[in-house]
């Protein structure tokens, strides 16, 4: 089946614009994720949706940054007045895991690479 | 707060050779996961192996195993027989669960990753 998908695959915006970055999750997934990936470092949590809520918001940097899941299934990783900071690859993932049990396989999209002129 | 190091920057190995990639790990966490994820030029995240903090037994797929040492924090992966198609980063990661499991706890917390390249 159709694994993660993750649009646009490259970003170019100009400081201080608004973008939008967007991921499927795997149908009947309900837990999704959103990381972001710097050059040389590993993935970073930015935030976990369950169904349609943000359980755990706690990595997003600021209030520039901000995601929805309005229907439980498709998201949208809002970034507000871009920095040069922000450049890096913003990867989703989802899982059907919700809850108990350690294990907990996140399948990730391509990513989306974000580059802030 | 848990913290993965990876300690091995870059890594190279003739093919066929069987190749041990460093992970510790520090968590205040009552009981967690270990996870190798790869990561191809491509840049998708793969999942390799995982191990429960409990599982008596290392864990095992295919090539892949995981030398589980949980009195030093060590959750090194071992591939055996390299290939030149594991050329790749590979990240090690954590989630953990607290006193009460809760869906706050979901998330992964990654090592900066190995490079390892499999000279033929």
């Known amino acids: 089946g159709a694994g993660v998908s993750q649009t646009p695959s490259n970003k170019v915006t100009e400081k201080g614009k608004y973008v939008e970055l967007r991921c499927d999750p795997i149908s009947g997934h309900t837990a999704l994720y959103w990381y972001r990936q710097s050059l040389g470092q590993g993935p970073e949590f930015l935030i976990y949706?369950?169904?349609?809520?943000?359980?755990?918001d706690s990595g997003l940097p600021n209030d520039r940054f901000f995601a929805v899941r309005p229907e439980g299934s498709v998201s949208t990783l809002k970034i507000q007045r871009t920095e040069r900071g922000d450049s890096a690859v913003y990867l989703c993932a989802s899982s059907s895991v919700t809850s108990g049990g350690l294990y907990n396989e996140q399948f990730f999209g391509p990513g989306t690479r974000l580059t802030v002129l | 707060a848990q913290k993965i190091t990876q300690t091995q920057p870059g890594m190279f190995v003739q093919e066929k050779e069987a190749v041990t990639l460093d992970c510790t790990y520090d968590t205040s966490d009552q009981s967690y996961g270990l996870f190798w994820y790869k990561q191809p030029s491509s840049g998708e995240m793969i999942f390799l192996i995982y191990q429960g903090s409990y599982d008596e037994q290392n864990a095992t797929e295919g090539r892949y195993s995981l030398n589980f040492q949980k009195a030093r924090k060590s959750a090194n992966l071992v591939i055996s027989a390299s290939q030149l198609g594991d050329s790749a980063m590979y990240f090690c990661?954590?989630?953990?669960?607290?006193?009460?499991?809760?869906?706050?706890?979901?998330?992964?917390?990654f090592g900066t990753g190995t490079r390892l390249t499999i000279i033929p």
């Open positions: 990661a954590m989630r953990g669960l607290g006193l009460i499991s809760n869906f706050g706890n979901e998330k992964l917390t």
């Open positions: 949706f369950q169904g349609t809520g943000a359980a755990d």
